[in-house]
T-cell receptor, first 114, second 116 residues
Framework: EAQVTQNPRYLITVTGKKLTVTCSQN?????MSWYRQDPGLGLRQIYY???????DKGDVPEGYKVSRKEKRNFPLILESPSPNQTSLYFC?????????????FGPGTRLTVT | AQKVTQAQTEISVVEKEDVTLDCVYE???????LFWYKQPPSGELVFLIR????DEQNEISGRYSWNFQKSTSSFNFTITASQVVDSAVYFC?????????????WGLGTSLAVNP
């Protein structure tokens, strides 16, 4: 089944404790992206990747890191989480350059930083 | 500037009523794409439809229909004979062809409650 998976689905952590949210897709998509969803602010892009080893900042990259060492994986790293990073996170993927291709989303990761 | 506005924050209907969710977008690009996603209470984002700027044909899929009007920059979504399972937050989103980033610009969503 074609899908985007994220782990963990739920995470409660404390300020400053490094964490990684994994994202994996099995559709051989070149493009991957991370969004966060917050009440009243909607969904905002954090980082995106056009292909392996090609990543760039989205609208709200501060406090986050990403890597794209393999085509299927695009982990989101919070080196020192803070309470303002409490949010619902979505990973998305789509085919590469050109064409109006829709993005497929993972199930979401609900992160709480205390 | 690019923007998506969903003016209806919350809508409540009784089962079997028809309901229309409004979406107005802003972009200066001539080529762009519009999307609707559904977010049920479980939280995932479910793709519903994509529309290209050069294709103004309306679309119907079962009880769902979409009305795309470039003249008014609107891409409205109608659910006919609503059901309780339609209860969700619905998002309209825009993507342009500018640059490599396939970032979606999202509206804030319309929360639809369908009551039995």
């Amino acid at each position: 089944e074609a899908q985007v998976t994220q782990n963990p689905r739920y995470l409660i952590t404390v300020t400053g404790k490094k964490l990684t949210v994994t994202c994996s897709q099995n559709m051989n998509h070149e493009y991957m992206s991370w969004y966060r969803q917050d009440p009243g602010l909607g969904l905002r892009q954090i980082y995106y990747s056009m292909n392996v080893e090609v990543t760039d900042k989205g609208d709200v990259p501060e406090g986050y890191k990403v890597s794209r060492k393999e085509k299927r994986n695009f982990p989101l790293i919070l080196e020192s989480p803070s309470p303002n990073q409490t949010s619902l996170y979505f990973c998305a993927s789509s085919l590469g350059a050109g064409g109006p291709i829709e993005q497929y989303f993972g199930p979401g990761t609900r992160l709480t930083v205390t | 500037a690019q923007k998506v506005t969903q003016a209806q924050t919350e809508i409540s209907v009784v089962e079997k009523e028809d309901v229309t969710l409004d979406c107005v977008y802003e972009t200066r690009d001539t080529t762009y794409y519009l999307f609707w996603y559904k977010q049920p209470p479980s939280g995932e984002l479910v793709f519903l439809i994509r529309r290209n700027s050069f294709d103004e044909q309306n679309e119907i899929s079962g009880r769902y229909s979409w009305n795309f009007q470039k003249s008014t920059s609107s891409f409205n979504f109608t659910i006919t004979a609503s059901q309780v399972v339609d209860s969700a937050v619905y998002f309209c989103a825009l993507r342009t062809n500018a640059g490599n980033n396939r970032k979606l610009i999202w509206g804030l969503g319309t929360s639809l409650a369908v009551n039995p």
